[in-house]
């Protein structure tokens, strides 16, 4: 099993990665840490909280990280993902765990103090990551793989024309982390996770399968379903988080190409990802860009270990359902 710290603003595709990474049986999330992104942080921990209680795994350690970007004010995605960062449904916690004492950079800073076999995939704006490296110049080179779900290449942005929300959100953590962490970048961007298009027969299909699982799937969709009608008038929702888990576990499911890439801090390119493909400025590569997957194998990963079902029964629903 191969070793991952999860960083995440959680976020409705970040729990649903998070059941997927805990729920494999190639990965064990040592550590999950907390970013204020999507909800502010407190609320982002506390949605941890609720998943790791639904699956019985309170034994996983949190870290709660940054308030705040490191420049610019904080603006959340409550309006793609509810108040509750759960699609309002105010789910109760019913235990008593909470996050430990030491903040997320001291903690990440603090394990990749020496060369070790953990990987970090983020899953939300790169504010604690930037902190770590600034406590620890050289947790990059300790760490076993970086993959991060943001940025973008040719796609469009989700929430200004060329940027993706978690290199916008704190543009100044992506630029920092993209120059200084001296390790390549894997980025699954919205190249690749706008194909993760989670439909409504899909979670029919989990409810059917499965309805306590897929209960809560439908349960936790439904407001971002309803906003990616409105906003884009698409059937289902686009769900980011779970592919760089996927990818994490089979690299197989994304392609892509080497690349030095940049963030811009400000103005109207704000968060965007230079890409620099064609090698102007003849730096380093410094990340791996993805743009290309393969949507009906990531549908049957993921389906297959959230509903605890066979691989061949997944396959063969999806093809006649004509799913993914
Ligand atoms: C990213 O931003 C958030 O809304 C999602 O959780 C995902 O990490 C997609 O742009
Ligand atoms: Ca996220």
Not at 107 to 133: C, E, M, R, W, Y
């Amino acid at each position: 099993m191969r070793k991952v710290m999860i960083d995440c603003d959680p976020g409705i595709d970040d729990t649903l990665a998070l059941l997927l990474a805990i729920k494999a049986p190639e990965i064990e999330v040592v550590a999950i840490t907390t970013v204020c992104g999507n909800a502010p942080v407190d609320i982002g921990t506390q949605n941890v909280i609720k998943c790791l209680e639904r699956l019985d795994r309170l034994d996983i350690p949190i870290y709660q990280g940054a308030k705040q970007p490191l420049k610019q004010p904080f603006i959340s995605a409550q309006d793609t993902h509810g108040m509750d960062g759960l699609g309002e449904t105010n789910i109760q916690i019913t235990s008593n765990k909470t996050s430990e004492a030491q903040d997320a950079a001291t903690f990440l800073a603090h394990t990749f103090a020496q060369k070790n076999d953990v990987s970090v995939i983020a899953l939300g704006p790169l504010t604690n990551i930037a902190l770590a490296l600034q406590i620890n110049p050289d947790m990059g080179q300790h760490m076993d793989r970086f993959v991060s779900m943001g940025g973008t290449y040719k796609s469009h942005g989700n929430c200004s024309p060329v940027a993706e929300y978690n290199y916008w959100c704190d543009p100044d953590a992506a630029a920092f982390v993209f120059d200084k962490l001296g390790k390549q970048i894997e980025m699954v961007g919205l190249d690749v996770t706008r194909e993760i298009v989670l439909t409504p027969t899909m979670i029919e299909y989990c409810c059917q399968m499965d309805p306590d699982t897929g209960g809560f799937l439908r349960d936790i969709t439904r407001f971002y379903v309803d906003f990616h009608w409105q906003q884009e008038r698409i059937l289902g929702c686009v769900i980011n988080d779970p592919l760089p888990i996927a990818y994490f576990i089979d690299d197989d499911l994304c392609q892509g190409f080497t690349s030095y890439t940049a963030v811009e801090t400000q103005g109207i390119s704000r968060g965007q990802t230079v890409v620099d493909r064609y090698d102007f400025w003849q730096n380093a590569a410094n990340s791996t860009i993805m743009t290309d997957v393969d949507a009906r194998q990531f549908f049957k990963k993921f389906l297959t270990v959230l509903l605890n079902a066979q691989k061949e029964t997944i396959e063969t629903d999806l093809e006649k359902l004509q799913m993914g």
